[in-house]
């Protein structure tokens, strides 16, 4: 059984979109898992598409996402990328293109678009824009002339008109695709570089590639790939599509949702793993019911066969569920230095950043959530004293405001405001008031913070304001009890 080998060949338009990450992880997990090659190949035949700087995207965020290529074309740089455009300047597509000419697979076309724009007809009750083989019947010496006389030509692949094509996919089986929907693609444009769809199939080829995977939207295009394989004489490989990805309202997953691409959801305070480890699952499912995976157990677990047809929804909710999994188990110094920068926008009072940190850990989901979560740390908020109304801890606001009027001046005369300090002050009036903890911690948390939700108990809040801080917040608390 030959070496298994995929790649990954992106065009350069931009940020790489959640679909485009998730074709190049499979690609990665179905070459991996075999102990296989994985390359890049950078598809850049269509210059008016280019977008500058998009290549050290692609490549920045395969490098980030642990999706390493396996080689490339210059060795002294490491891995690839390959780039079809140099290749193209090596003049191997042309000389394909030829090949398939002299075959009487290809010919040469060399009408206008004023021509090309009047070529409709109705396949399958649409109407299509579909070439008519005019210039298949091009005489030898008409298309001499016309390339003597440097008129602009294309090169298109002659595709039959009657009778069907069939093609196996690994995932949606055997497909049958009527031979009058195929029109005679482009295989050389008329600026001399190759089609997408030609330049994959002769790079598929020369690279060795045994397995292709890409998004279902090119299942229509297997057919005239497959018409080339056979022209060549060359073996077709294994054709892995991967369903449609689309947002919770079943629409496809557009550029405009905010969070379509990877650098999107990095910049919204994602980890990379946590994208990583989501992606895979749109679309695919492991046996078992774990979600949670290292890159390293994806390619121990991955079958592609598991891919499946249906479209797979994604869930922003679950992701950012599964962010949160991954923050609670990262290591604490890892985590401080990605959220330090957070915390400093959000605090400006030389408060322990480090503590608050580690009191946030283990409660957010997403990076973004510390400005929310703690901004209570820099100015009390404005709250509703019935927030002192709990009925599981049998508070109520006058409740409240006994227990802070009587805690107030044994706050006051105490120093030490560490945490156990504190905690051993506030348990200890417990006991000699024979109630429950939260009887008194919830007044004092409230008072404290004004918020219903914090990420840390009442005297680790305490500790991080320091004793002139919680003292002022107690006052204010008794004040606005008094005045209800």
């Known amino acids: 059984m030959p070496k298994i080998r995929t790649r990954y060949a992106p065009s350069p338009t931009g940020r790489m979109h959640v679909g485009n990450l998730r074709t190049a992880l499979y690609a990665y997990l179905i070459s991996k898992h ?25 490549n920045r965020t395969l490098e980030k996402t642990g999706l390493i290529p396996d080689e490339g074309p210059d060795k002294d740089k490491g891995y690839g990328p390959y780039v079809q455009s140099e290749r193209q300047a090596q003049g191997i597509y042309f000389k394909y293109a030829k090949e398939l000419i002299e075959k009487g697979e290809a010919y040469y076309c060399f ?3 004023e021509r090309l724009a009047t070529l409709t007809r109705e396949v399958a009750g649409k109407e299509i824009n579909v070439y008519d083989k005019h210039c298949l019947h091009l005489s030898k010496e008409e298309i001499e002339a016309n390339l ?4 602009p030509y294309v090169i298109r692949q002659n595709n039959p008109t009657e009778g069907t094509t069939v093609f ?23 600026d001399g570089f190759p089609t997408y769809n030609f330049a994959n199939v002769v790079d598929d080829h020369l690279m060795g590639i045994t397995h292709v995977v890409r998004g279902n939207e090119y299942l229509s295009s297997s057919p005239k790939y497959n018409r080339l394989y056979e022209a060549f004489g060359w073996e077709v490989p294994k054709y892995v599509h991967c369903p449609l990805i689309t ?3 079943h629409q496809k997953l557009s550029k405009r949702c905010g969070h379509s691409s990877y650098e999107d959801l990095i910049d919204q305070g994602f980890l990379s793993e946590a994208v990583v480890n989501f992606v895979a699952l749109l679309g695919w499912s492991p046996e078992g019911n774990d979600e949670i995976f290292t890159l390293q157990q994806l390619v121990e677990k991955f079958d592609y066969h598991h891919i499946s047809k249906s479209p797979a929804v994604f869930d922003y909710t679950k992701l950012k569920w599964m962010n949160g999994e991954y923050m609670k188990a990262m290591d604490f110094d890892k985590f401080y230095q990605m959220a330090e920068p957070y915390l400093k926008n959000a605090l400006t009072k030389g408060q322990d950043l480090e503590k608050i940190a580690a009191m946030v850990k283990t409660r957010i989901e997403i990076f973004p959530d510390i400005a929310d979560m703690v901004d209570f740390f820099e100015e009390l908020p404005e709250y509703d004293t019935q927030m002192y109304e709990h009925k599981k801890m049998k508070t109520s606001r006058e409740s409240s405001l006994e227990v802070l009027k009587e805690l107030l001046p044994i706050l006051e005369a105490q120093d030490d405001y560490s945490n156990d300090a504190l905690y051993k002050t506030l348990t200890d009036y417990v006991a000699k008031k024979d ?31 320091g004793k002139e801080e919680s003292l002022a917040r107690i006052r204010k608390g008794i004040e606005k009890l008094e005045n209800v």
């Open 34 to 58: 075999e102990g296989g090659d994985f390359i890049l190949r950078i598809e850049d035949t269509d210059q008016e598409r280019y977008v500058e700087g998009a290549v050290d995207i692609i």
């Open 435 to 465: 109630c429950k903890n939260g009887y008194v911690m919830w007044p004092v948390r409230t008072a404290v913070s004004g918020k219903q939700m914090t990420p840390a108990g009442a005297t680790e809040i305490m500790e991080i304001l």
């Open 247 to 249: 947002d919770e309202d």
């Open 168 to 190: 196996n996919d690994d995932i949606y089986g055997e497909i049958s695709v009527d031979n009058a929907e195929l029109d005679d693609m482009i295989l050389i444009k008329s």
């Open 148 to 151: 003597k006389a440097g008129k």
């Open 111 to 113: 009408c206008d678009k």
